[in-house]
Every structure is written in C-alpha cells, then in structure tokens.
C-alpha cells in the first residue's frame, strides 16, 4: 500500500505542471524585468535589446528570429523605438500569434503616458527618431506600473486559468513600486527645478517624475549626431544658465561629452536608462535607486543647483 503510494507520489512529481508556461519574447530588458515581475514562473521571458545597447539600433541576429517563432507573445517598446530592427524579425519568424496586431502582439505604450507627441508633421526624413511621441517612456515609474498591468491583463486573457496568480503578482509588485517611489521623491525633493543636459532625449518621462529641467541636449535632434556649431550654442547655453551636470546614455561617444564638461565645468554622467545598463541593474525598481543615487552624488559632488 505504502509502495503504491510513493510510485504515485513519484508520477505526480513527474508530470508537468498543470499550465504550460506562456513563452514571452520582450524587446528591452525593461519590458522582460516587467514581464517576469507579474508573470512570475508561468512565463518563459527572452529578450532582444540588451540595457547597454542603444534601443533605436540593434542587431538584429537570427537567433531571435529562432527565439521569436516560438512565441505566444511579443511585448515591444512601440512608437517606433523598435523600428530600425525589429519588423524583419517578425516577419521572418512567420509566427502568426506575433504578427503586428495580432493577439500576441502587445504594444506597452498604448496605455502608458506619452510626452513629446508631435502636432505638425514630422517624418523620418528629418532624421528624428521619435516621430510619434517619445519612447523611453518607461523610465517614469508610473509607466511601469502600467506597463506591468498591460502584461498582467494580457497573460490574463491568455491564459486564464492564471489569471488570479497575474492579479496577485501584478498587486504584489505595484505595492514594492509605490513604496520605492516615496523613497525617490524623498530623495530628489531638495533638488526640483536643478538644471541639466542630457546627450539624447531618453529622459522626459523621468525628469518630469522628479522634477528636474532640461535645457538642452548634446544631440541636435533624437537620433543625429553632434554638430560643431550645435555643441558651441550648448556649451553657451550651459554656462549661461550655470548647467553642472551632463546625463550621456551609456552606448554614446564621450568624445564630445568630454569636451563640453572640460569648457563648461560640468560633470559628465554616464547614467543607463534601462535594465541591465550595468551590472547591479537587474531590475526595474534598481534601475531608479542605482539613477537616482548616481545623480544624487553628482548633483552633490558639482553643488549644482
Ligand atoms: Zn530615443
């Protein structure tokens, strides 16, 4: 009798679990961090854009496009952040769930909030590279929040004998955020309104979060490089409004970074937007605490206003 119970226990032990997890392939290691966070162990997350890369242009190798065809869903950045690399990957995967627009395609910023929307016509032929709003919206972490609950709503629907296990996970990781949060706004209150540039145009969502004020930017616009006669109006500008901090995303040349900070006196910041940007980033609530505890330093460090 005994035996008989033990082989049972053993061919339970055995089976597998009783939903399959639902493979995910997210485009930034933003979107995967916040898919594993309500997903938890019913997702299976690969990710395509790694954190220290630049998100507009990434390689686009045919292992993703293995990786992909074995997808139920693909979360990506959307606003055209992706659009560089990402449309012959799907098409080559001819997986039908991830198809633009189909029920495994899941574009995070339709329920996010987005600054920076044209009114006049922009095209890419301008060389902007945000030209339908801006992209790195995640970096405010009320995005993330809706991020997560747009991931949470999807797996839902896809698999719905999970649904409460997303829900709990998804309320679970609201709760850490919210009380991150108040540790942020407790350190960034003293410096609202402090003044900075930043080499791209990653962080809208994230000085209008906490409250600091971009004058300018090392690029003339998203996605074009420096020009001389740009960075000689910046430089004016810089100590004109007494501008000690320069934020540079961590996969562009300091060349001119460099220069700018030796006429201007301003520390130049090497500061990651995304998960996985450096080593102790793994994941999105770190991201904030290690951005926000660099900039603290600096801001402390220059006695920038
Ligand atoms: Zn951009």
Known sequence: MRLVS???????????????????????????????????D????????????????VEAKPSFILKLAKADLLVVVGRELEIGWLPPLI???????VQVGAEGYLDASLTARILEIPTGQ?????????????????????????????????????????????ASRYADFDKRLAEAEKRWDAMMAPYKGLKVVTYHRSWPNFVDRFGLDVIGYVE?????????????????????????ILLVEPYFDLKTPNS??????????????????????????????????????????????
């Open 122 to 166: 922009i095209t890419r032929a301008m060389g902007d590279v945000h030209p339908l709003g801006n992209p790195h919206y995640w970096l405010d972490p009320d995005n993330g929040r809706r991020i997560a609950k747009a991931i949470a709503d999807k797996l839902s629907r896809m698999a719905p004998a999970d649904a409460s296990y997303f």
């Open 260 to 305: 700018i900070g030796r006429e201007t006196g301003a520390k130049v910041l090497v500061m990651p937007p995304s998960v996985g940007g450096d080593k102790a980033i793994t994941d999105y609530i770190t991201l904030f605490d290690h951005d926000l505890a660099l900039l603290v330093a600096a801001i402390k460090e220059t006695g920038a206003k």
């Open 6 to 40: 033990l082989a049972v226990l053993a061919l339970l032990a055995a089976a597998p679990p009783a939903h399959a997890a639902v493979n995910v392939m997210a485009t930034t290691e933003d979107l995967a961090d916040l898919t594993r966070e309500v997903g938890g």
């Open 42 to 57: 019913r997702v299976k997350v690969e990710t395509i854009a790694r954190g220290y890369q630049d998100p507009h242009f």
């Open 91 to 97: 098409q080559q995967s001819r997986n039908a769930k």
């Open 220 to 244: 003339p616009r998203p996605g074009i490089p420096p020009s001389p006669g740009h960075t000689i109006d910046l430089i004016a500008e810089m100590k004109r409004q007494n501008v000690k």
